[in-house]
């Protein structure tokens, strides 16, 4: 999957476009609308708080630094003297360490705003509106042109690389 980001001029403009990604299948949990505070969406897919923050980067970093630390602190725990552990708990230690990383770089992730989306915000609170779509990477240049066919100014801010499947 890749996730697309383009800036459009108002909520009509975005009406039009996403009623025109839901007739060409691309799914509703796909599009994501960020507009300016206290702006009413209506019936637009708002953007999550895992979408406006940075909550998966953060949630991987986790991971890895945490499994890193676990196996680690595995190793550690082997080089003790009058220890006596076996490689199992390596295993153990490593896959708790990243539990916890990941839980807790995602309590960190929340609190941050998306890096992506805060290239955009000056441009949000000028009453732009921002669209996120996720789709595979074949239907790229599809949604592209029907963005172009309603708003052939669309500002593509281009594609994230890979979006994961879970949010």
């Known amino acids: 999957m890749r996730r697309l980001y383009f800036l459009l001029p108002d909520l009509d403009t975005t009406h039009q476009i996403i009623d025109k990604m839901l007739l060409a299948r691309v799914e509703e949990r796909h599009l994501h609308v960020i507009a300016s505070e206290g702006a009413s969406l209506g019936d637009l897919p708002e953007a999550s708080l895992i979408q406006k923050s940075d909550f998966v980067p953060a949630m991987e970093r986790g991971v890895a630094l945490g499994g890193a630390t676990g196996m680690m602190a595995g190793i550690a725990a082997l080089a003790m003297p009058g220890v006596v552990i076996a490689g199992g708990a390596i295993l ?76």
């Open 92 to 167: 153990a230690m490593s896959l708790l360490g990243a539990g916890m990383g990941a839980w807790m770089g995602g309590m960190i992730g929340m609190d941050v705003e998306n890096s992506h989306v805060q290239k955009f915000k000056s441009a949000v609170e000028e009453g732009q509106v921002l669209v996120l779509v996720d789709v595979p990477k074949d239907r790229v240049e599809e949604i592209q042109g029907l963005v172009r066919d309603v708003h052939p100014e669309a500002d593509f801010e281009g594609t994230e690389p890979s979006i994961p499947a879970f949010p």
